[in-house]
Nanobody, 115 residues
Protein backbone atom coordinates (compact mmCIF):
# COMPACT_ATOMS: atom_id res chain seq x y z
CA UNK A 1 0.00 0.00 0.00
CA UNK A 2 1.26 3.45 -0.95
CA UNK A 3 0.38 6.14 1.62
CA UNK A 4 -0.71 9.38 -0.05
CA UNK A 5 -0.92 12.41 2.22
CA UNK A 6 -3.17 15.28 1.11
CA UNK A 7 -3.30 18.78 2.54
CA UNK A 8 -4.42 22.29 1.68
CA UNK A 9 -8.19 22.12 1.86
CA UNK A 10 -10.28 24.56 3.80
CA UNK A 11 -12.99 27.20 3.72
CA UNK A 12 -12.75 30.13 1.32
CA UNK A 13 -15.09 32.79 -0.01
CA UNK A 14 -16.15 32.79 -3.67
CA UNK A 15 -13.34 34.15 -5.80
CA UNK A 16 -10.69 32.96 -3.37
CA UNK A 17 -7.82 30.54 -3.88
CA UNK A 18 -6.46 27.35 -2.37
CA UNK A 19 -3.55 25.08 -3.20
CA UNK A 20 -3.89 21.37 -2.58
CA UNK A 21 -0.84 19.16 -2.14
CA UNK A 22 -0.43 15.40 -2.27
CA UNK A 23 2.80 13.68 -1.29
CA UNK A 24 3.67 10.02 -1.84
CA UNK A 25 6.85 9.10 0.05
CA UNK A 26 8.97 6.09 -0.74
CA UNK A 27 8.09 5.48 -4.39
CA UNK A 28 9.50 6.27 -7.81
CA UNK A 29 7.03 9.09 -8.27
CA UNK A 30 7.97 9.98 -11.84
CA UNK A 31 6.58 6.80 -13.39
CA UNK A 32 3.02 7.58 -12.29
CA UNK A 33 0.38 9.63 -14.01
CA UNK A 34 -1.16 11.94 -11.41
CA UNK A 35 -4.54 13.50 -11.03
CA UNK A 36 -7.12 15.21 -8.88
CA UNK A 37 -10.72 14.07 -8.56
CA UNK A 38 -13.63 15.32 -6.49
CA UNK A 39 -16.75 13.79 -5.05
CA UNK A 40 -19.78 15.34 -3.38
CA UNK A 41 -22.20 13.36 -1.21
CA UNK A 42 -24.51 11.24 -3.33
CA UNK A 43 -22.58 11.88 -6.54
CA UNK A 44 -19.98 9.98 -8.53
CA UNK A 45 -16.32 10.84 -8.29
CA UNK A 46 -15.36 13.08 -11.19
CA UNK A 47 -12.11 14.02 -12.87
CA UNK A 48 -10.79 17.50 -12.15
CA UNK A 49 -7.31 17.43 -13.70
CA UNK A 50 -4.70 14.89 -14.77
CA UNK A 51 -1.09 14.99 -15.89
CA UNK A 52 0.73 12.08 -17.45
CA UNK A 53 4.45 11.38 -17.30
CA UNK A 54 5.06 13.38 -20.48
CA UNK A 55 3.49 16.49 -18.96
CA UNK A 56 0.28 16.30 -20.95
CA UNK A 57 -2.60 17.81 -18.98
CA UNK A 58 -6.35 17.31 -19.07
CA UNK A 59 -8.86 19.51 -17.23
CA UNK A 60 -12.56 19.21 -16.68
CA UNK A 61 -14.40 21.89 -18.63
CA UNK A 62 -15.77 23.29 -15.39
CA UNK A 63 -12.30 24.19 -14.08
CA UNK A 64 -10.43 25.23 -17.23
CA UNK A 65 -8.78 28.60 -16.80
CA UNK A 66 -9.16 28.49 -13.02
CA UNK A 67 -7.28 25.39 -11.81
CA UNK A 68 -3.69 24.36 -12.54
CA UNK A 69 -2.17 20.95 -11.90
CA UNK A 70 1.58 20.60 -11.48
CA UNK A 71 4.04 18.05 -10.18
CA UNK A 72 7.47 18.02 -8.59
CA UNK A 73 8.97 14.57 -9.02
CA UNK A 74 11.95 15.41 -6.81
CA UNK A 75 9.51 16.06 -3.95
CA UNK A 76 7.13 13.22 -4.83
CA UNK A 77 4.33 15.78 -4.82
CA UNK A 78 1.43 16.80 -7.04
CA UNK A 79 -0.33 20.15 -6.60
CA UNK A 80 -3.64 21.64 -7.57
CA UNK A 81 -3.75 25.43 -7.60
CA UNK A 82 -7.38 26.54 -7.46
CA UNK A 83 -8.22 30.15 -8.27
CA UNK A 84 -11.50 32.00 -8.73
CA UNK A 85 -13.26 29.40 -6.64
CA UNK A 86 -17.02 29.01 -6.96
CA UNK A 87 -19.57 27.52 -4.54
CA UNK A 88 -20.05 24.61 -6.94
CA UNK A 89 -16.38 23.69 -6.41
CA UNK A 90 -17.31 22.61 -2.88
CA UNK A 91 -16.31 18.95 -2.68
CA UNK A 92 -13.94 16.44 -1.19
CA UNK A 93 -10.86 16.37 -3.40
CA UNK A 94 -8.79 13.23 -3.89
CA UNK A 95 -5.26 12.80 -5.20
CA UNK A 96 -4.68 9.92 -7.60
CA UNK A 97 -1.59 8.08 -8.81
CA UNK A 98 -1.85 5.66 -11.72
CA UNK A 99 0.70 3.33 -13.27
CA UNK A 100 -0.80 0.68 -15.53
CA UNK A 101 -2.86 -1.51 -13.16
CA UNK A 102 -1.56 0.23 -10.04
CA UNK A 103 -3.92 2.91 -8.74
CA UNK A 104 -3.62 4.77 -5.43
CA UNK A 105 -5.85 7.36 -3.78
CA UNK A 106 -5.32 9.99 -1.13
CA UNK A 107 -7.53 10.23 1.93
CA UNK A 108 -9.42 13.24 0.59
CA UNK A 109 -9.41 16.87 1.68
CA UNK A 110 -12.49 19.07 2.08
CA UNK A 111 -12.81 22.23 0.02
CA UNK A 112 -15.72 24.51 0.92
CA UNK A 113 -16.49 27.68 -1.01
CA UNK A 114 -19.08 29.84 0.71
CA UNK A 115 -19.82 33.46 1.46
Amino acid sequence: QVPLVESGGGLVQPGGSLRLSCTAPGIIFGIYAVGWYRQAPGKQRELVATMNTNGNITYADSVKGRFTISRDNAKNTVYLQMNSLKPEDTNVYYCNLDYYTNTYWGQGTQVTVSS
